[in-house]
Every structure is written in C-alpha cells, then in structure tokens.
C-alpha cells in the first residue's frame, strides 16, 4: 500500500505513517502541501493519506481541519504520535552562536519558551519540520538551524544541539488516516470524527448537543471553524464516542439531519492509544 503525506522523509508524519502500516507492508509518498495530499487520495495516487489534525500544545490544526470540511473520503484510523522537538545544526554550535532557526509553524510555537531564551535567534516558518532540516544540511551558512525529530537528525546525518525543547514534555500529535470510500472499513469502531452546520439561529447548536445527549452519546471534542461563505456563521467539529454503526448515533444524525443541518461523517474508527509517558510530568 502507498500512504501519502504533507513534508519529506523523516517528518513527524512519516512517523505517524509506520505507526499506522503496523508491520504491513508499505511506501510512503511525500507532497508540498495538504491540498496536493487530499487531491493526490482523490485521484488514487496513494491508498491511504495522513492528516495531523490536532496538537496537544498548540491546539487545533486549521491548515488540515478547514480541508476536512466537505471532504468526501473515509477516515479509518487515528494515531497518536509522541513530538520530542530538538534544535539540529550542520555541525557543533553554541545555541548563542546560531543566527536562525526554520521549522513547520506549529512546531515552532510548541518551541516558544525554549526561543524565546534566545533573542538573537531570528525564527522563520518552513513548510515542515524534516524540510527545514534538509535545508539547513544544504546551506552553506553553518549558522542556521532546523526544529524537528532526532530521527531526522539522523536521517540527514545532522547535529543535534538540544534534545527534547518543546514547552510541553508531553508534546502529541494525533493524525487521521483516509482513504476513498470504498465500501469496507474496520470491524470494531468505537469513535466517530463529524462536521456539522447549523442554520444561523438562537439555540441552534444547543439543539445539536441537546440530540446527543438524548441518544447517550459522548462528545470529546467540539471545535468551531468560519464557514468560508457565510461571514460570521460556523460549523462545528464533532468526535464522539460511538461508531457509526451504532444505534444510537444513528438516531441523533437522523433527527440531526432531519433539522436541516448539513452532516458530513468523517469515518469511524478504533481510537488511536496516546503514547505512554512514563514518569514525566506536565510540569517544566
């Protein structure tokens, strides 16, 4: 099977794409960006794509969630990947001595507190986070730096400056695997990934969770997004605890749907198991 991704090898989604092949066996396919990735799984370049949809520091990740909206595919899967950010030069350098660093957004803002120690350092944006790393690798300036994985590090032969500087040691990334509809899907489903919009009026959402709650089903996720033509109006991210095959979910997106709500079900699957810790703690 061919599991496409946003970046190049060694990002954290190439991470999420093993985790997810378990054993099996695969290739990967990397892609500029995430528009590109969804169109490459329209066209069937790739069997499965990843998309990071969540950090467990930084939140939300819009660029992936906002192309989930009317996407007409199946998610299957979710994994969790644990993020242990490091600071990666060509050669040895003091951190004092490094000009610039480049890394992904988001991967940049989970770094905040460890940069922000660093006021010499000017911080760029890179499309993602092993790019940047092979950037720096290519550079004739030995002064510049990337942020991404150790295995990246490893993977392009780098120097790892600092381990582990993300401003959360239990730094995660959940990723949802997709695939086209095809009919077949998973046996055991216990967790359902929604976009819902509602018509523009007092109360409406309330309704919404009202519907869920009346079929015992479990929200643990609610996440607003605009709605791209109807300035001010919004539509909401769902995950609930149930799979789609069950009961009562099936009776809430009915009377749901029967409301006049636009409801697209994003898949439903096995939830993804967030790594195991051991004895760190959220506490820096």
Not at 133 to 158: C, Q
Not at 201 to 213: M, N, Q, R, V
Request: aromatic residues 10%; hydrophobic residues 35%; negative net charge.
């Amino acid at each position: 099977m061919i599991i496409g991704y946003q970046g190049v090898e060694g990002s954290y989604s190439t991470v999420a794409c093993k985790n997810f092949a378990e054993g099996r066996d695969y290739e990967t396919k990397g892609y500029m960006t995430f528009k590109l990735l969804v169109e490459a799984l329209e066209n069937r370049e790739v069997d499965y794509i990843a998309l990071p949809v969540e950090n467990s520091t930084s939140g939300p990740i819009t660029r992936t969630i906002d192309l989930m909206k009317y996407l007409d595919m199946e998610a299957v899967s979710e994994v969790y990947v644990k993020i242990d950010h490091a600071l990666i030069t060509k050669n040895p350098v003091e951190p004092s001595e490094i000009t610039k660093v480049y890394s992904h957004p988001e991967a940049l803002e989970q770094c905040y507190t460890y940069l922000s120690g660093y006021p010499n350092i000017e911080v760029l944006e890179y499309p993602d986070t092993a790019g940047a790393v092979r950037m720096v690798k290519d550079s004739p300036d030995e002064t510049i730096a990337g942020i991404a994985g150790r295995h990246a590090a490893e993977l392009y032969g780098m120097t790892v400056i600092r381990d582990n500087i993300s401003d959360n040691p239990l730094n995660t990334t959940r990723f949802l695997f997709f695939k086209n509809k095809n009919g077949s899907s998973p046996d055991f489903k216990d967790k359902t990934s929604l976009y819902i919009e509602t018509g523009h009026s007092t109360g409406s959402l309330h309704g919404i969770l009202s519907i869920f709650k009346e079929n015992d089903v479990n929200l643990v996720y609610l996440m607003s997004r605009p709605i791209q033509n109807r300035p001010f109006s919004y539509g909401f991210f769902i995950d609930v605890e149930k799979g789609i095959q069950e009961a009562g979910l099936s009776r809430a997106l009915d009377e749901i749907t029967r409301r006049g709500a636009y409801v697209n079900i994003l898949g439903s699957y096995e939830q993804g198991k967030i790594p195991a810790y051991g004895n760190i703690s959220g506490n820096k």
